[in-house]
């Protein structure tokens, strides 16, 4: 995008390894027909071609961090559980029970000695091996002979960070994140925190949430009052595999804006954010952004904390990733925003959005997550209690922040669009290449492309 289009480049800062550009990746110009945003049939096929093929973001490995501990990872049709064994090992399952199908866990999260079917209490070790069947004796041991221990799935761990997958066949998790597993180990998500969780039903597809998050060129038309602290011009990086990047400088106002030299109060939030005063800061909106980067590296190394690894861009802008097929990332050293867009079981125009936000709790005055990310009052920071998560129905403001929410009331508009004769297909300009790229790439699911090949002809 920056060789083609550089007036919509930004130097995100003095030359640093972090953010060298990635090279080129031509996606073409097709324009794809509007079907794939409401057409079951396209949904099937998208369940069946590249949900069950790819790897997908079960959860924080936080939340899995002791022997006996478990999340529930739904997606569709199906529910999984990944759980810590007692030797340190991750394990992924079907949440079903070998015997009637019943699920056998119902909650979120949690810690266990073992898993136990509600149905006829069946029981299961934190591996998956059956450990118990009630009144073995009636059954005829030729039954029993059939594999009756849970049914795994692949399960690896990166970045700090859990993924599954169906497909037996995929590349190591590592391998197919490329850059991006490097990138993000930077900022130690392992050690961060579930501080906030929240699920909430949109009427949309879930491309559709997805195609809002992946770029910025909205943010003047659908949420003006970003332009007085953020930049909309911006780099962007496509890498293999469906992932991007992109930089989202914070702490100077977009171009659009009309008042280039004013701290205004939103500036002015992100400098209390990084320590300084906003009532004796001396410079202009067109100094804060430096200011910002200086003064957390002061007080990084007041209290010990490693931020020589991060780039100036890093402290002050927000990188945000694209993990295809449903993830963004939004990484700051202080913390991470994680966003899924998971799909509806069997209706096309309906998703749910579920973010989380992580955060590593330090001892420091002024210390937090950035206040953009909209912690709700009197979140409990420290990370000693993991926070229900908060689900918000369909119909219902979801209360995520005013931005979100404004996202939340556009995307159902954008979603009747999208089904409109006189619509013939999305038109992407480079500002949203990372679409483009996302899409691509579920097209070589959707047309059997080379990620249904054996692991190793994919490493060859």
């Known amino acids: 995008m920056n060789a083609r289009f550089p007036d919509w480049n930004i130097h995100v800062g003095a030359p640093h390894p972090f953010n060298a550009e990635a090279p080129l990746i031509d996606n073409g110009t097709a324009r794809p027909t509007p079907v794939r945003y409401f057409d079951r049939s396209f949904m099937e096929a998208e369940w069946e071609q590249m949900w069950t093929k790819t790897w997908l973001l ?26 810590r064994t007692e030797n340190g090992r991750l394990k992924a399952h079907y949440n079903v029970c070998p015997h009637r199908g019943s699920q056998l866990v119902l909650g979120d999260f949690g810690s266990a000695d073992e898993f136990v079917c509600p ?22 041991p030729k039954v029993l002979c059939h594999d009756h221990n849970l049914t795994p799935v692949r399960c690896e761990e ?70 007085g602290v953020m930049d909309d011009r911006t780099q962007i990086d496509l890498y293999p595999n469906g992932m991007s990047r992109q930089f989202v400088p914070f702490a100077q106002p977009s171009p659009r804006f009309p008042d280039q030299e004013s701290v205004n109060p ?47 861009t890093q402290l002050s802008d927000s990188t945000i990733y694209g993990v295809f ?105 480079e500002q949203e290449a990372r679409l483009r790229h996302f899409h691509t790439e579920l097209d070589r699911y959707l047309e059997g492309g080379p990620h249904v090949q054996s692991r190793q002809d994919a490493k060859a």
């Open 266 to 312: 939103g500036i002015q939030m992100m400098l209390a954010d990084a320590g300084i005063n906003p009532a004796t800061f001396a410079g202009t909106a067109q100094d804060s952004r430096a200011a910002i980067q200086q003064a957390k590296r002061v007080r990084a190394k007041a209290h010990g904390l490693d931020y020589d690894r991060f780039s100036d």
């Open 119 to 140: 149905f006829h209490n069946w029981r299961f070790a934190l591996d998956g091996a059956s450990t118990g069947v009630t009144d073995r004796q009636t059954f005829d």
């Open 325 to 429: 097929p449903n993830v963004q990332i939004g990484c700051h050293p202080e913390a991470v925003f994680l966003h899924r867009f998971l799909p509806h079981p069997d209706d096309p125009n309906q998703f749910t959005y579920d973010t989380c936000i992580l955060f590593k709790h330090l001892d420091a005055p002024g210390y937090g997550p950035p206040a953009w990310m909209g912690l709700a009052p009197g979140t409990d920071t420290t990370g000693l209690t993991r926070p229900e998560i908060v689900r918000v129905p369909l119909g219902q403001p979801p209360e995520l922040g005013e931005v979100l929410d404004q996202d939340s009331e556009l995307l159902p508009v954008v979603q009747k669009g999208s089904r409109s004769r006189g619509f013939r297909g999305p038109l992407w300009s």
């Open 58 to 83: 079960a959860g924080p490995a936080s939340d899995l961090r002791d022997a006996g501990d478990f999340i529930r990872f739904d997606i569709a049709t199906e529910s999984f559980i990944v759980a």
């Open 158 to 227: 990166v970045a700090g960070l859990v993924f599954i997958t169906m497909n037996d066949a995929a590349p190591p998790v590592r391998e197919w994140l490329g850059p991006v597993a490097d990138q993000l180990a930077l900022y130690d998500i392992g050690s961060m925190n579930v501080i906030q969780h929240k699920q909430s039903d949109w009427a949309a597809n879930w491309k559709g949430g997805v195609d809002a998050f992946y770029e910025i060129y909205h943010l003047h038309a659908v949420h003006p009052q970003t332009q």
